[in-house]
């Protein structure tokens, strides 16, 4: 995490709210409008809040930018939970054109060089900045990717990643279900790149923590992980 990662915190943005798609059970895909000139760093986050002075509790929550400023739309992807939170009934119920304030996007986990390999691995609803970095790296096919993509149900954005995967012939995408198959799937591709390759690790604190402490025994430097210290999904 560098000063430079910060550089977004100061700036904010009213989005328009487009739609907010249900995709699978109580998975959403939200777009928002981006206002034009508007650019971020592929894998960034931002704080998206709601003014409404009948919404009861925290008004904001951080959400990982899915999309490229190429695509012209902030796209988001979330899980609502059985129980869900007032902000999150409130904003997969918003009308198109109306506000949601954004601050950022900043962030750490961003390319972090033009060459090296990348093993992703994308737990859940933890593959919100990864799909970022894939559209990123979408026309590159000098650079290995591999990603490692761990649900229990709904595999979010999987058409795009299997086009992504079809067109350019350096990306390999591994869908596991268990904890099992995806802690085999990336020992295997630590044990291949060492510590020549950059482990971008998204999904829930506990998951980043277990997925870091795995590689960690297979002697990963701490310096090849890159993770959102903080997300609380
Ligand atoms: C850098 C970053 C990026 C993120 N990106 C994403 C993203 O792309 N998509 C995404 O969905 N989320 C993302 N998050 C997490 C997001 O900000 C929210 O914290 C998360 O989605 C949960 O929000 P919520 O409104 O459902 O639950 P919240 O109301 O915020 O509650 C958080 C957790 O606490 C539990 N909880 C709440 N109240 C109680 C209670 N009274 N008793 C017991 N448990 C309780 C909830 O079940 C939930 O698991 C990110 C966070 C960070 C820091």
Redesign the pocket.
Same mark, same amino acid.
């Given at each position: 995490m560098k000063l430079k990662d910060f550089k977004g915190i100061g700036k904010t943005a009213m989005l328009e709210f487009i739609d907010a798609k249900n995709v699978f059970e109580d998975y959403y895909e939200i777009s928002l409008q981006a206002s034009k000139g508007l650019k971020w760093v592929p894998g960034t986050?931002a704080i998206f809040s709601i003014k409404d002075k009948e919404l009861k509790? =925290?008004k904001w929550?951080? +959400?990982?930018i899915a999309s490229t400023a190429e695509e012209g739309l902030i796209l988001?992807?979330?899980?609502?939970?059985k129980?869900i939170?007032n +902000? =999150?009934k409130k904003l997969i119920n918003m009308s198109k054109g109306d506000l949601i304030k954004m601050r950022g996007p900043f962030?750490w986990f961003t390319l972090q060089d033009q060459e090296s390999p990348l093993v992703m691995i994308g737990m859940g609803?933890g593959i919100?900045p990864i799909r970022a970095l894939l559209k990123q790296l979408d026309n590159n096919t000098d650079r290995k990717v591999d990603l490692v993509y761990s649900s229990v149900d709904h595999f979010m954005f999987e058409d795009m990643i299997n086009e992504t995967v079809k067109r350019n012939k350096s990306f390999d995408v591994h869908y596991v279900y268990t904890i099992e198959d995806t802690v085999n799937a990336y020992s295997e591709l630590a044990k291949k790149h060492k510590n020549n390759a950059y482990y971008y690790i998204s999904g829930s604190q506990k998951a980043i923590k277990s997925v870091k402490d795995t590689l960690k025994k297979l002697d990963i430097k701490k310096s090849c992980m890159i993770f959102?210290p +903080?997300?609380?999904?």
């Open positions: 986050h509790g =925290k929550r951080a +959400f990982s988001l992807g979330t899980r609502t939970g129980n939170s +902000f =999150k962030g609803v919100t959102d +903080f997300l609380g999904y």
